[in-house]
C-alpha cells in the first residue's frame, strides 16, 4: 500500500511562488506516479498535471501550462509542484494522488492548503 | 479537452434506497478510463471505480460503475449513512484529463 505524505500548509503573497512537496512510501514503483489536484474552496476537482517517477517528464492541464512545474527525486521518492506568480483564486486545497499505476489515483495525500 | 458534465447536481435520497449518477463526457471515451471517487467533508477523495465497473479495494459491491460511448453511471444499489459526499467523475484518456463538476449526495 502507498502512503503519500504532502508539507504542511502555506500562506503566500499574491506574485510570488510556493512549492509543495509529496513524499511517498511503500508500492513496487514500477509505474509510480503522482498527480497534482486542486480544490478551491467550496468547488470540485480540478487535475493541474502529472509525472511518472521513471521517466520523470511531467505533462499539463492546459490551464497550468507555463505557471505550474512537476518535478520528482526518484531517490527519495517525492514529487514537487511549484506555482509561480501565484493569484488569489490560486487559494486551494492542493492534493497529490497516485500511486504504482500513474493513471489510478488510488492513494492520495492529506492535502496542502495554500493562501494566497 | 473532454468535458464531463455529471448529474443531477445533488441528489438526496433515504437510506437503503438506489443512487443512480450519471456522468457525461463531451466525446467519445473508452470506458476502461473512467474513474468514480467519493470525497467526504474535509476528506481527501477516495477511489471507487477504475476501468469503468473495476471497484478498488475495500470498495463495497454494492457500488457499480457502467457505461459506455460518452455516458457512464454509478449506482449505489442500498445507500447507507456514510455514503455522504460529492462523487466525481473522471477520465484519463486523452493527455488532459479532467474531473467532472460532482454530484453532491444527501441522506435523508
Known amino acids: 500500500q502507498v502512503q503519500l505524505v504532502q508539507s504542511g500548509a502555506e500562506v503566500k503573497k499574491p506574485g510570488s511562488s510556493v512549492r509543495v512537496s509529496c513524499k511517498a512510501s511503500g508500492g513496487t514503483y514500477k509505474n509510480f506516479g503522482i498527480s497534482w489536484v486542486r480544490q478551491a474552496p467550496g468547488q470540485g476537482l480540478e487535475w493541474m498535471g502529472g509525472?511518472?517517477?521513471?521517466?520523470?517528464?511531467?505533462t499539463y492541464a492546459q490551464q497550468f501550462q507555463g505557471r505550474v512545474t512537476i518535478t520528482a527525486d526518484k531517490s527519495t521518492r517525492t514529487a514537487f509542484m511549484e506555482v509561480t506568480s501565484l493569484r488569489s483564486d490560486d487559494t486551494a486545497v492542493y492534493f497529490c494522488?497516485?500511486?504504482?499505476?500513474?493513471?489510478?489515483?488510488?492513494?492520495w495525500g492529506q492535502g496542502t492548503l495554500v493562501t494566497v | 479537452e473532454v468535458v464531463l458534465t455529471q448529474s443531477p447536481g445533488t441528489l438526496s435520497l433515504s437510506p437503503g434506497q438506489r443512487a443512480t449518477l450519471s456522468c457525461r463526457a463531451s466525446?467519445?471515451?473508452?470506458?476502461?478510463?473512467l474513474a468514480w471517487y467519493h470525497q467526504k467533508p474535509g476528506q481527501a477523495p477516495r477511489l471507487l471505480i477504475y476501468g469503468g465497473s473495476r471497484r478498488a479495494t475495500g470498495i463495497p459491491d454494492r457500488f457499480s460503475g457502467s457505461g459506455s460511448g460518452a455516458v457512464f453511471t454509478l449506482t449505489i444499489s442500498r445507500l447507507e449513512p456514510e455514503d455522504l459526499g460529492v462523487y466525481y467523475c473522471?477520465?484519463?484518456?486523452?493527455?488532459?484529463?479532467?474531473f467532472g463538476q460532482g454530484t453532491k449526495v444527501e441522506i435523508k
Open positions: 509525472i511518472i517517477f521513471v521517466f520523470g517528464l511531467a
Open positions: 473522471q477520465q484519463y484518456g486523452s493527455s488532459q484529463w479532467t
Open positions: 466525446q467519445t471515451i473508452s470506458s476502461i478510463y
Open positions: 494522488a497516485g500511486g504504482d499505476d500513474a493513471e489510478i489515483f488510488d492513494n
